[in-house]
């Protein structure tokens, strides 16, 4: 039987269009000729249309297949060879004197298949074909293995199918496309939000919050004053009365009649200030130190200064402001100060712990106040017509020239101040001031200091602009004669050529400034009010001050970025769930997925080479 099926295999090769054609008309499909083909229809036809294998081997005149007997399909345990040179051979066949004898026996088993029709199932059927697979590369034998599908229940159903299953390709094409013009856009739009978001970030920009807070404590400001009488006339007659020049000028001046006496005071103190500054002191070498003395003395002009405070009881307590801080002596160009409450190394005491809220939580600011009494007629020469000055400021810095203002006598003032901070950021924005007289305690401070330190190393002498701190200059410096001309010039023309930014540039603002601003009531002061202060001080040169913080919260201005590094990751996440819908869960399942493959990969790896390996056979050497 199988001799004969290799004989007329050639014969089935020629009419391999006709049985092909016959077939499509029956199934509605197309198939390609090959020899998978041949097989595939061999095993349909035996299995579907029951054709007798007779039909096959001496096909009708009209060519095409006509359905006959069944007989029972061809089972192989073992697969089947084909060699592209030789004929088929299939595994445990005999040879060409036994198919003989086999021919008998197989012709009779074909009646009794004819004779006894079988009964279709109503289950699907299960058709096993031939899946060629290449035993090795480059060979030219292919392997045959049988594989069970099974069919459907009628061929208009497998075409509907394979159309849906060439739309449902279709529609997945469009979906994937789509997919992607949105992964595109997504990455786009993340990119540029994410730039964007960057950019803010990398400016540093800042914002300013505003916090109004009560504070528990009681801060008390600088208060500096000031006289306009830098050098005493009485002291200044006294160093030149033994020069002919000065007792000349002066005795002109009391010579005059026109001139009133306070008139007179006026053109003598002028003459003997010019006549220090120009003459004496481009002669004699004067120093800071001595020009302190020829001044106006704190002890005179400031008659006293205590802090009040009420307590409970209503009994008022009276600590001297020299049991906090010794008042600070500055010199400007027309103007000797003192200042009280400042942060110096010579702070005696903490004014914290007298300075606070009651037990009960109640504000005693109100309860609380700097008396200060000044005696501007503590000399017959001194013109109590010139106006003293006050400054409020904070206790880190000299008075500001802008935050003053002019004292008259017989006059009693109330001063309520209010605090302002103002925090910048940390440094590197800014620099942190330290409290020591040793190291500049603000930003103005540091810019006087560089200014004064100038001056002396190129002019070698100290100058009242900008004003001079007795603490942080040395006492033994020469004053600069402020009326000699050709001094000055050469001195200035020196200090030009350094840059006038240079002070500011290594003076940064504080992280911390701290200002106060202040209100004033003026009210005379009565004759009986006069009698109540001990001591022997005229009402016409009594100057009486309160200083007071007034019931109001301080206002912080605190300075931040605009956007902090949590920030900016925070929004930087949002985008990317966003535009990718990429959350902390989802990294964690690609994470471990990509850990996985990139473990099996290594062990594939791994493996590769121990085959390798085993694979390498020792070059045997020739002994």
């Not at 094409?173 to 990119?191: E, H, P, W």
């Not at 994470?591 to 493996?607: A, E, F, G, P």
Request: with cysteine; aromatic share 10%; hydrophobic share 30%.
């Amino acid at each position: 039987m199988l001799s004969r099926f290799n004989e007329k295999l050639l014969e089935f090769e020629s009419n391999e269009f006709n049985i092909l054609n016959h077939f499509q008309q029956k199934s509605n499909q197309f198939i390609k000729p090959t020899d998978t083909n041949k097989f595939h229809l061999y095993n349909t036809l035996n299995n579907e249309y029951k054709v007798n294998w007779e039909n096959i081997l001496n096909p009708p005149g009209n060519g095409y297949l006509q359905p006959s007997s069944p007989i029972e399909p061809l089972n192989y345990k073992d697969p089947i060879y084909i060699d592209k040179q030789e004929n088929l051979k299939l595994p445990g066949t005999k040879g060409d004197e036994d198919e003989k004898k086999d021919v008998k026996k197989e012709e009779k088993k074909d009646d009794k298949t004819t004779q006894e029709p079988i009964k279709q199932p109503d289950q699907p059927k299960t058709i096993q074909t031939l899946k060629p697979q290449r035993l090795k590369s480059g060979s030219s034998k292919v392997r045959w293995s049988l594989s069970d599908h099974h069919d459907d229940d009628s061929l208009d159903l497998s075409i509907f199918e394979h159309e849906n299953h060439n739309r449902l390709q279709l529609i997945f094409k469009f979906v994937f496309r789509l997919k992607t013009v949105l992964l595109i856009l997504s990455v786009i739009g993340l990119v540029y939000q994410t730039l964007e978001l960057s950019e803010t970030y990398f400016r540093y920009p800042t914002i300013v919050d505003v916090i109004v807070e009560q504070n528990d404590k009681v801060i008390v400001p600088s208060i500096t004053i000031c006289t306009p009488m830098q050098i005493m006339p009485s002291n200044l007659e006294k160093m030149f009365s033994d020069r002919p020049e000065v007792r000349r000028v002066l005795s002109r001046f009391d010579a005059d009649e026109k001139m009133k006496t306070k008139e007179k005071q006026a053109k003598k103190i002028d003459y003997l200030r010019r006549y220090l500054q120009s003459s004496y002191l481009s002669r004699v070498t004067v120093n800071l130190s001595t020009y302190d003395e020829l001044s106006v003395q704190e002890n005179k002009f400031v008659d006293s200064c205590y802090l009040s405070v009420l307590n409970s009881s209503d009994a008022e307590i009276r600590l001297p402001c020299r049991n906090f801080s010794r008042p600070t002596v500055t010199f400007t160009s027309n103007e000797k100060c003192f200042t009280y409450f400042g942060v110096t190394n010579k702070q005696i005491e903490s004014i914290d712990d007298v300075i606070s809220f009651d037990e009960d939580g109640s504000a005693a600011t109100a309860q609380i106040s700097v008396v200060l009494r000044l005696n501007v007629d503590f000399d017959d020469n001194y013109d109590i017509s010139l106006p003293s000055l006050l400054y409020i400021h904070s206790s880190n810095e000299i008075m500001a020239k802008s935050n003053g203002f002019a004292l008259e006598s017989n006059k009693k003032y109330n001063v309520f101040y209010w605090r302002t901070v103002s925090e910048r950021l940390p440094p590197l924005y800014c620099r942190e001031y330290q409290s020591s007289i040793l190291y500049p305690q603000s930003q103005i401070d540091c810019v006087n200091r560089c200014s004064t330190e100038h001056t002396y190393l190129y002019c070698r002498c100290l100058m009242f602009k900008p004003p001079l701190r007795l603490e942080t200059v040395p006492l033994s410096a020469r004053i600069c004669p402020q009326l000699d001309g050709s001094f000055l010039r050469s001195c200035k023309r020196m200090l030009q050529g350094l840059d006038p930014k240079a002070c500011r540039s290594r003076c940064t603002s504080a992280c911390i400034e701290e200002a106060f601003d202040y209100s004033v009531t003026t009210s005379d002061i009565s004759p009986e009010e006069v009698l109540k202060i001990s001591g022997s001080i005229n009402q016409s040169g009594l100057i009486e001050i309160h200083v007071t913080r007034k019931l109001k919260p301080d206002v912080f201005y605190k300075q931040k970025y605009q956007l902090e590094f949590e920030q900016y990751f925070s929004n930087f996440c949002s985008l990317l769930g966003f535009w990718l819908g990429i959350t902390v869960l989802t990294f964690y399942d690609q994470l471990k997925k990509n850990t996985i493959r990139l473990y099996r990969l290594l062990c594939y790896v791994k493996t590769k080479i121990k085959h390798k390996k085993r694979r390498v056979k020792p070059k045997s050497r020739n002994i």
